[in-house]
């Protein structure tokens, strides 16, 4: 029997009651997932949310390493991934045996690891990072600090021009936001002389500079619900636009198109296609057989937790 939206979404949530489970929902997944979650999040929230939760059970709507650090901030819970080929670009750019060579190759150096990484390259990393938390977890690292950053490089970019340092720089991307460009963005400025341009610090190093607020998808969001503009101009991955326009219904979005899609033509909007394999179908039967579950060679996790728990201490 095919269940309805609705359906599914009455029968995920009933499951959630009888087996003491959450779910956890980036702002990338489609709308239908957020609507269902438990709790809605960027990367920091999610993981902060991981560890503080009493739940027996965590359904991770997201990509790969996130469903990872939920298991490795809470080992003895069951973490259920509803797509586990659901992948990320960024973490994908930098394998474990890359990053061990690069370390080996500059002693003396700690290596600042982008949350968007798996757990066997977080076992190697001295503290892990997210957008929103980056500037500040740098900042209070000593100034003589050697650092190696990863393996986002227009992240680490970023932080190296507003901290002043010098940090050595993986030369990893996100395919998504890889893919802004200022091109699209004075088009949009052009038909939205009024609008606020917000740009993800993933974007490239021009895409930034055309920003008026530039920053994490949490930033971005606050910024829009406490800000008096009527129009924002995004670029970031097309799914947050769904929490901001629920919680600030009088305000228009407009998504920030790539400059040239996948399949070569210009799109309206920037998605990721990792995210967007979470579907409420696949939550349901994740739930309903408890699989697939989450599980990391001990002797990573032992590793790997150190960083997160690190970030979570500094930030």
Request: aromatic content about 6%; glycine content about 4%.
């Amino acid at each position: 029997m095919v269940l309805t939206t609705n359906e599914l979404k009455t029968e995920i949530r009933k499951m959630c009651k009888e087996k003491d489970a959450i779910i956890l929902a980036h702002y990338y997944t489609i709308g239908d997932i957020q609507d269902i979650a438990d709790f809605v999040g960027d990367s920091l929230a999610l993981a902060r949310k991981a560890a503080e939760t009493d739940a027996k059970i965590m359904v991770m709507c997201g990509v790969h390493f996130m469903a990872e650090t939920c298991k490795l901030l809470s080992p003895n819970k069951m973490v259920l991934c509803p797509d586990l080929e659901a992948s990320c670009s960024l973490a994908d750019s930098c394998k474990a045996e890359d990053l061990k060579k690069f370390k080996d190759e500059h002693p003396g150096y700690q290596v600042i690891s982008y949350v968007n990484t798996t757990a066997a390259v977080k076992a190697l990393t001295d503290v892990v990072v997210t957008s929103g938390n980056a500037k500040k977890v740098v900042d209070q690292l000593p100034k003589d600090a050697k650092l190696i950053f990863g393996p986002d490089y227009n992240l680490g970019n970023y932080i190296n021009e507003v901290t002043g340092r010098k940090m050595l720089l993986w030369n990893g991307g996100c395919h998504v936001h890889e893919r802004f460009s200022v091109t699209q963005i004075i088009k949009l400025k052009e038909k939205y002389p009024d609008a606020v341009v917000m740009a993800h610090l993933e974007c490239k190093a021009p895409v930034l500079a055309a920003a008026d607020v530039k920053g994490s998808t949490a930033t971005m969001l606050n910024y829009a619900q406490q800000s008096d503009k009527k129009q924002f101009i995004v670029a970031t991955e097309a799914g947050i636009l769904h929490e901001m326009q629920r919680t600030c219904p009088d305000k228009e979005f407009i998504p920030v198109p790539p400059e040239i899609s996948e399949s070569g033509l210009e799109c309206s909007c920037n998605e990721c296609q990792y995210m967007k394999m979470n579907t409420l179908e696949k939550v349901y039967n994740c739930l309903k057989n408890e699989n697939p579950q989450i599980e990391i060679d001990p002797k990573i996790a032992k590793d790997a937790v150190k960083p997160i728990e690190r970030m979570l201490e500094l930030s």
